[in-house]
């Protein structure tokens, strides 16, 4: 038909866009849907993210996940369609750092544009592939290196198996991390800031009050 009807026509072919970043760790936690509160707390002390991001198929689970972090000591605000009048409040507190976690719906969290989320969660698998890319896309932005994890729940394997054929990328299983791991990784962090402390040379006075209480 080109041929026929069209004069010196050109073939363009345009290659499709790279659905997935290579600097972006990959992958997925099988969970119990009722674990999934004390899954996401141990990752979130394992790993000690500057920023992160979870996202939520629906509104009421955004606030049920904010809830569950807030009653243990996170940092975190809900985004979703019926606090459209608070977003760009709590999008300035999560830019500041105020906010730790940022928990999302899919429709609120378009047009996010903040460089340095260091976790990406999927506490529910997304109802549509590309949301995946959606998703994940919000860290290792600028160069940067970043981590993606996602709660599976039984069946669910399934439909993450149709996300990686879709953005042709291996997500790996990963082993929770246990107590004992968490106790070793915050009793290393809490040995580093008292090395830090006695580097800087700022232990004078407490010299004297670990002095009297030995004596």
Request: charged content about 35%; glycine content about 6%; aromatic content about 8%.
């Given at each position: 038909?080109?041929?026929?009807?069209m004069?010196?026509?050109?073939?363009?072919?345009?290659?499709?866009?790279?659905?997935?970043?290579?600097?972006?760790?990959?992958?997925?936690?099988?969970?119990?849907?009722?674990?999934?509160p004390?899954?996401l707390?141990?990752?979130?002390?394992?790993?000690?993210?500057?920023?992160?991001?979870?996202?939520?198929?629906?509104?009421?689970?955004?606030?049920?996940?904010?809830?569950?972090?807030?009653?243990?000591?996170?940092?975190?605000?809900?985004?979703?369609?019926?606090?459209k009048?608070?977003?760009?409040?709590?999008?300035?507190?999560?830019?500041?750092?105020?906010?730790?976690?940022?928990?999302?719906?899919?429709?609120?969290?378009?047009?996010?544009?903040?460089?340095?989320?260091?976790?990406?969660?999927?506490?529910?698998v997304?109802?549509?592939?590309?949301?995946?890319?959606?998703?994940?896309?919000?860290?290792?932005?600028?160069?940067?290196?970043?981590?993606?994890?996602?709660?599976?729940?039984g069946?669910?394997?399934?439909?993450?198996?149709?996300?990686?054929?879709?953005?042709?990328?291996?997500?790996?299983?990963?082993?929770?991390?246990?107590?004992?791991?968490?106790?070793?990784?915050?009793?290393?962090?809490?040995?580093?800031?008292?090395?830090?402390?006695?580097?800087?040379?700022?232990?004078?006075?407490y010299?004297?009050?670990?002095?009297?209480?030995?004596?």
């Open positions: 038909l080109s041929r026929r009807y004069n010196s026509p050109e073939y363009i072919k345009v290659t499709r866009k790279e659905l997935t970043v290579p600097s972006i760790e990959q992958a997925y936690f099988d969970v119990k849907e009722k674990t999934k004390d899954a707390c141990r990752i979130i002390d394992m790993y000690a993210p500057k920023l992160s991001i979870v996202f939520c198929n629906t509104k009421k689970r955004v606030d049920e996940v904010v809830e569950q972090l807030q009653g243990r000591g996170y940092f975190a605000e809900a985004l979703h369609g019926d606090l009048q608070q977003r760009d409040k709590v999008m300035q507190k999560f830019r500041n750092g105020t906010i730790e976690i940022l928990v999302a719906t899919d429709v609120a969290a378009r047009g996010i544009d903040v460089d340095d989320v260091d976790i990406v969660f999927n506490y529910d997304p109802q549509d592939d590309e949301y995946y890319v959606h998703r994940i896309g919000r860290t290792g932005r600028a160069g940067r290196s970043g981590k993606a994890f996602t709660f599976c729940v069946k669910e394997i399934y439909k993450l198996r149709d996300i990686m054929r879709y953005t042709k990328t291996k997500i790996v299983q990963k082993k929770l991390p246990t107590l004992s791991d968490i106790e070793e990784i915050k009793t290393a962090a809490f040995l580093e800031k008292v090395k830090e402390v006695i580097d800087n040379g700022g232990l004078g006075k010299i004297d009050i670990v002095d009297n209480m030995v004596n």
